[in-house]
């Protein structure tokens, strides 16, 4: 099974915050339930404006999701099922691969054995072997 790490990249960031920010938000709060430090929250904020997926309120001091930001996330959800979607298959894919390996394992018949020490017995070469050679007669 592969083991994936929980690395959040940029569009998984961006729907946290909007998920925060769906339900009007300070930033505090934002901060602490999208798990950001406030210098790349910040960043993330002046973005997200900019790009028209959130509003600030003054008078009330909150963050809001505009309709486009509810676009974003409703586009998110769909690609996130996909994803986990996609996982589920690579991992029963890997394991299904493991299985035939484990019926018929390598024994890198393949590889060079000159870098490699272990090669298939009938096609060992030795180095410090010279073999006479011979050009056919006719």
Same mark, same amino acid.
């Given at each position: 099974?592969?083991?994936?790490?929980n690395?959040r990249?940029?569009?998984?960031?961006?729907?946290?915050?909007?998920?925060?920010?769906?339900?009007?938000?300070?930033?505090?709060?934002?901060?602490?339930?999208?798990?950001?430090?406030?210098?790349?929250?910040?960043?993330?904020?002046?973005?997200?404006? %900019?790009?028209? /997926?959130?509003k &600030?309120? +003054?008078?009330?001091q909150?963050?809001?999701?505009?309709?486009?930001?509810? =676009? *974003?996330?409703?586009a998110?959800?769909?690609?996130?099922?996909?994803?986990?979607?996609? %996982?589920?298959? /690579?991992?029963? &894919?890997? +394991?299904?691969?493991?299985?035939?390996e484990?019926?018929?394992?390598?024994? =890198? *018949?393949?590889?060079?054995?000159?870098?490699?020490?272990?090669?298939?017995?009938k096609?060992?070469?030795?180095?410090?072997?010279?073999?006479?050679?011979?050009?056919?007669?006719?």
């Amino acid at each position: 099974m592969i083991c994936l790490v929980n690395y959040r990249d940029r569009v998984d960031i961006i729907a946290d915050i909007l998920n925060v920010v769906s339900h009007e938000a300070k930033k505090t709060q934002i901060m602490y339930q999208a798990n950001l430090s406030y210098k790349i929250l910040q960043r993330y904020l002046n973005e997200l404006i %900019e790009a028209s /997926l959130i509003k &600030f309120e +003054t008078d009330q001091q909150l963050y809001q999701l505009t309709n486009k930001g509810q =676009n *974003y996330l409703d586009a998110y959800k769909e690609y996130a099922r996909y994803s986990k979607s996609m %996982e589920k298959r /690579l991992n029963e &894919f890997t +394991t299904k691969r493991k299985i035939l390996e484990e019926i018929c394992p390598s024994k =890198n *018949y393949f590889s060079n054995p000159l870098q490699n020490n272990t090669s298939h017995p009938k096609t060992s070469i030795n180095p410090k072997r010279r073999i006479p050679f011979e050009f056919p007669t006719q």
